[in-house]
DNA sequence: CTGAAAGCGCTAACAC
DNA sequence: GTGTTAGCGCTTTCAG
């Protein structure tokens, strides 16, 4: 089939069927007020033709895009958003699904010696009305975002609770970081480890407090201790390393569960340092099954993020929200599972 | 700064700043027209409401729409797309500096037993105006995007060579992947190894082809043999743990130069199994320097994209291509890096 | 159920 | 230099 020079207009399909633009329209938008003949007879010029509908002229009036903006960071090197190429493919898949692009932007570049702003790209989006919302998914960083976006009434949703605002009105989505550290420890403690360390972050993440949450409270459920059994550090494959290397001089951990598979592929390091084999010697647990966790050698054992779950859940949130009566959902705790690999194997 | 409920238009500012409409669109498309005393008071009117152009608008009025669309596959999980995370975040800002956003999409849903519609997603995007043109990714796979763009008179810039289509007149920027073989070869050889096996993929893939030339040319130009030193499997992980094992049994290699960072890490893999330390027993580079050659232990060499580089070029390309006369640029070819990390060091 | 008229916000062409 | 007119392609009233 050969496109013509010009895409087809609706007058070029009603020209076609021989009725007027408005039934052509409403062929499209509302085919029950058709008469199934004349729809049927508009669908073959559709067809025929290969309309559809231009996107400006239907946004203009419509004041719909049916974009969603999501903000990108710059590449980090050897730190997090591991799982983030990840999760982007789910929610193009989910957006699609539901019908809506995915519009990807960036913050303004970083300036050195300033700090990067917040609002960064979004305010532009939103007076231009190119997005009818946004997908929020940095909210460890504190998430100014959020605050911010909710304070200029666009609609959003987030990838992650709003920890520190009780207040927050919008939806979320978010993953059971406690429960993931549980699935963790506990198949480590199946497997016969009772000095289970654990690897996390400096103190200030909520995220990093839940994920240690899950921990603790499994340890203590069994009586075993955990004090001294712990280290937080940078979220580096560097500082994980040495951090391991310091429990494992200190208390002699038999496994390691860790906030991130960052920080358990340092503690890979640290074992390949000592010779020690991991799963045989010592055993590692990451979070995020990221794609290192699948395929450093001999295999990291991870928690698993529902991501394709969770762009599911934020779609899903998005669309009651732009929809006619929001339904003003809360939000949505997903529960993490385990990918096991030879990391925990013996 | 509190926005009103309904962004600002041109008719506000034009109140406010006390001109027409047409005055307030030259000062923001045309800024030279006016008096510099008239841009200054409607600059002040354009601040004061917070006034950006509405996207639809302009884009109906004008034919363009600043977005590029990107389609991005499903995630896969053990093979290739290590690196397309740092791309798009490359091209992410790369738009940003030239006035794009990048709009992504998907193919269709994989439907069991049917193949994959090549064009999937591109036509409505296209049909529908929403798109100012594509950028075209995943040339490895034979392309059939660039030719399907082409046949309908799409714009577009492919990142990676028009291997097969002599006659291809789009623009492209690709990274010279003999080059970075070559490079990984020299660096091998600067470490004393001469026993290099290239561990590649199955025949068929020009970039393949191209990677292999480089470590072939190297070796031959040293008059180091080749014969037997080489295997080619599926780019996994488990096919590079088995042709390794297979050449380390056959012919001893002390290093393996490698087509892709996932067969470098099924070559760690092999490695571990048999108690080999990577750098010090046996050599390995990888390549694309993905997050994994990053941070597996003990750190991989790895041939390295320019991708931030790659990004710039493309869009570059395109700004060209979409402007008012296209310099019809031929191709671009950028330089990779070496990353050298452990696996290469005594 | 179908058609005619109006207008979303902007910019290209032309007048003043 | 600035204002006026027209229209991009679509959907939302409102009549027939």
Redesign the pocket.
Known sequence: MDLPR?????????DRA?????????A???P????P???SRVQHAIDALG????H???Q????SSRLVGLRMSPAQEFTANMAMDRFVRALVEASRDAGYHVLLFAGEPLVEGELPAPMAGYDDLLR?TAVDAFVVTDTYLGNPQAAGLAERRAPFVAFGRPWDDAGARHPWVDVDGAAGAQLATEHLLERGHERIAWLGWQPGSRIGEDRRAGWHRTMTGRGLPTSGLEAATDDTVAAGRGAAAALLDAVGPTAFACASDTLAVGVLHTLAERRLRPGQDVAVVGFDDSQVAQVVPPGLTSVRQPLEQVAVELVRALSDLLGPRPHTSRGVLLEPTLAVRASTTR
């Open positions: 010009l895409p087809a207009t609706l007058a070029d399909v009603a021989g009725v007027s633009r408005q039934t052509v329209s409403n499209i938008n509302n029950d007020l058709l008469r003949e004349t729809l309309y559809t509908p231009n400006a002229a239907r203009l009036r419509t004041r231009s």
